[in-house]
T-cell receptor, first 116, second 113 residues
Framework: DTEVTQTPKHLVMGMTNKKSLKCEQH?????MYWYKQKAKKPPELMFV???????INESVPSRFSPECPNSSLLNLHLHALQPEDSALYLCASSQDGLAGYTGELFFGEGSRLTVL | GNSVTQMEGPVTLSEEAFLTINCTYTATGYPSLFWYVQYPGEGLQLLLK?????DKGSNKGFEATYRKETTSFHLEKGSVQVSDSAVYFCAQTKNTNAGKSTFGDGTTLTVKP
């Protein structure tokens, strides 16, 4: 069983909709990540939060807006998406450098997004 | 920059065959190395890892050894099962604060009964 929980598992939205993806972990990890994965491709990093502060933004379009309300939760707000944004969105967490970081990522099962 | 190169797939094997998936990396310094596995319809999960040269990671019959001299981390299993069918990703991460992991392109393994 994964210890990173993502909801919803599937989401279909139109290009004018606003929706959110949610991620939760209770492993005490202080780093959380959003990745985008297209079919048969490796995950691509979008955002990294470390101690609830955004530390990496990989030049992601502003129609994707991350939020980290507390150390256990990570959201990805979606607005005015394009069909090419359809993908599997993966949340991950890890320990950070101050807590014995080993680089291991713990992934959720993902939210499969379809933009019509 | 840092990169990971994996053996191209797809790989198709019969049950009980020997598996090798090659992985080489380029990096400054000494990264940690990982193999992740992704089963159909699921997220990635860690299969095994090695954090320094000559370390051997192992799990579920899979093994990989961190070879600094050849900058490699090849995945092996002596006898594959149908349930091993999945996509395998090699990855590296620097041993510093939370940041970027670099993934290989992935290798799709299909094991036939």
């Amino acid at each position: 069983d994964t210890e990173v929980t993502q909801t919803p598992k599937h989401l279909v939205m139109g290009m004018t909709n606003k929706k959110s993806l949610k991620c939760e972990q209770h492993m005490g990890h202080r780093a959380m990540y959003w990745y985008k994965q297209k079919a048969k491709k490796p995950p691509e990093l979008m955002f990294v939060y470390s101690y609830e502060k955004l530390s990496i933004n990989e030049s992601v379009p502003s129609r994707f807006s991350p939020e980290c309300p507390n150390s256990s939760l990570l959201n990805l707000h979606l607005h005015a998406l394009q069909p090419e944004d359809s993908a599997l969105y993966l949340c991950a967490s890890s320990q950070d450098g101050l807590a014995g970081y080993t680089g291991e990522l713990f992934f959720g099962e993902g939210s499969r997004l379809t933009v019509l | 920059g840092n990169s990971v190169t994996q053996m191209e797939g797809p790989v198709t094997l019969s049950e009980e065959a020997f598996l090798t998936i090659n992985c080489t990396y380029t990096a400054t310094g000494y990264p940690s190395l990982f193999w992740y596995v992704q089963y159909p319809g699921e997220g990635l999960q860690l299969l095994l890892k090695a954090t320094k040269a000559d370390d051997k990671g192992s799990n579920k019959g899979f093994e990989a050894t961190y070879r600094k001299e050849t900058t490699s981390f090849h995945l092996e299993k002596g006898s594959v099962q149908v349930s091993d069918s999945a996509v395998y990703f090699c990855a590296q991460t620097k041993n510093t604060n939370a940041g970027k992991s670099t993934f290989g392109d992935g290798t799709t393994l299909t094991v036939k009964p």
